[in-house]
């Protein structure tokens, strides 16, 4: 199994970034994705995901009505829109996958990549 996370970066206030998650070793269009952030000195956190099929999808209060997940199964590839971007949104953001967007919220993978850092700062 192996993510590579890209698409991060410096932005500021109110601006917009789109995070990619390239999936392999795995089918990826028979499980749910999803995204997490660390911030620093923080513990890692839920942002978002998505079923396998693009059926529904699932955000943190925080980033409701501002982040949008989408998936390309024919590129093994999840995305991550993010608008109105705040400086509470600075962490290193990571993708992963599970059986189930409930099972996939609770964070309980043993494998994760590198992640992409987003800093949003004026």
């Known amino acids: 199994v192996q993510f590579v996370e890209s698409g991060g970066g410096l932005v500021q206030p109110g601006g917009s970034l789109r995070l990619s998650c390239a999936a392999s070793?795995?089918?990826?269009?028979?499980?749910?994705a999803g995204w997490f952030r660390q911030a620093p000195g923080k513990e890692r956190q839920f942002v978002a995901a998505?079923?396998?099929?693009?059926?529904?999808?699932d955000y943190a209060d925080s980033v409701k009505g501002r982040f949008t997940i989408s998936r390309d199964n024919a590129k093994n590839t999840v995305y991550l829109q993010m608008n109105s971007l705040r400086p509470d949104d600075t962490a290193v953001y990571y993708c992963?996958?599970?059986?189930?967007?409930?099972?996939?919220?609770?964070?309980?993978?043993?494998?994760w990549g590198k992640g992409t850092l987003v800093t949003v700062s004026s």
């Open positions: 992963n996958k599970d059986t189930t967007t409930a099972r996939l919220k609770k964070g309980e993978m043993d494998y």
């Open positions: 998505i079923s396998s099929l693009s059926y529904s999808t």
């Open positions: 070793g795995f089918t990826f269009s028979s499980h749910a």
